[in-house]
């Protein structure tokens, strides 16, 4: 059975893990498996970011976009 978990607490878990709290720490005291947090949110997130990033960068070179 799968859980919902909202958008904050991912963004919130993912922070803490950017600040140096492990991945093995973080699922222990969420109950979330390592691999959904590494694989599934903080990659996702990754992508996010860089896809605002690429748009951004594309945008300042070709600004008619």
């Given at each position: 059975m799968s859980t919902k978990y909202s958008a904050?607490?991912?963004k919130e878990t993912i922070q803490?893990?950017?600040k140096?709290?492990?991945i093995k720490v973080l699922s222990?005291?969420?109950g979330v498996s390592q691999s959904t947090i590494y694989y599934?949110?903080?990659w996702l997130h990754i992508e996010v970011n860089f896809q605002d990033f690429f748009?951004?960068?594309l945008?300042?070179?070709i600004?008619?976009?």
């Open positions: 904050e607490f991912k803490r893990y950017e140096g709290v492990s222990q005291e969420l599934c949110w903080y748009d951004s960068l945008y300042r070179i600004p008619c976009l």
